[in-house]
């Protein structure tokens, strides 16, 4: 069975633009969340997305917005990018209701904004 | 908020040497996770505990959650080239959503 799977997975932008990051969960599962792993640091919690619903929002700026569809794949966007926004984003999923640690993580986007 | 610190921040050991990096929270845990993670890539779920004094040991890597339920530690014995990688200690956040508070990680090096 495929993993939880992440697109692109490396990506160059400059400061302004906008970027897209995309996940597909396991099959099976409806939760999607996304985390922020800046070089050097543990992964920060950003969204999570169950049933196209956000359940959560971490400590993320407006800028940052995401969206779940009716096949709970999720997108994570960013507007106005940063040069602190240079980082891997993690797209994690797993059955809504278990502990916070039974999610899948996919092997991640590395966005260098320059 | 719940915090996770850990120590050491990086470790270099020699090949069939013995580690332990610890993980200490600022809140009781109500669920700690382990994961390693090879650099740039994503996280490999090792153990989890849940119960104040537990113990779990899976190949030669074993992790405990004190009586307390605010420190764990993750042990490694006989290391090898493959233990190398980031070791990330995860809290269930707790706050209604399936969010995890993590660490900041541990950098592990195994010399030959």
């Known amino acids: 069975d495929a993993g939880v799977t992440q697109s692109p997975t490396h990506l160059i932008k400059t400061r302004g633009q906008h970027v897209t990051l995309r996940c597909s969960p396991i099959s099976g599962h409806k939760s999607v969340s996304w985390y922020q792993q800046v070089l050097g640091q543990g992964p920060q919690f950003i969204f999570q997305y169950y049933e196209k619903e956000e359940r959560g929002r971490g400590n993320f700026p407006d800028r940052f917005s995401a969206r779940q569809f009716p096949n709970y794949s999720s997108e994570l966007n960013v507007n106005a990018l940063l040069l602190g926004d240079s980082a891997l984003y993690l797209c994690?999923?797993?059955?809504?209701?278990?502990?916070?640690?039974?999610?899948?993580f996919g092997p991640g986007t590395r966005l260098t904004v320059l | 908020s719940q915090e996770l610190e850990q120590s050491p921040q990086s470790l270099i050991v020699q090949e069939g040497k013995n580690l332990t990096i610890n993980c200490t929270s600022s809140k009781t845990l109500y669920g700690l996770y382990w994961y390693k993670q090879k650099y740039g890539e994503g996280l490999i779920f090792l153990m989890m505990?849940?119960?104040?004094?537990e113990e779990k040991s899976h190949e030669k890597i074993t992790a405990k959650l004190d009586e307390k339920k605010q420190q764990s530690s993750l042990h490694i014995t006989a290391s090898q080239p493959s233990h190398a990688g980031i070791y990330l200690c995860g809290a269930d956040g707790r706050q209604g959503a399936q969010k995890l508070v993590f660490g900041q990680g541990t950098r592990l090096t195994i010399n030959p």
């Open positions: 994690a999923s797993s059955f809504l209701g278990l502990p916070a640690g039974e999610q899948f």
């Open positions: 505990l849940q119960k104040g004094g």
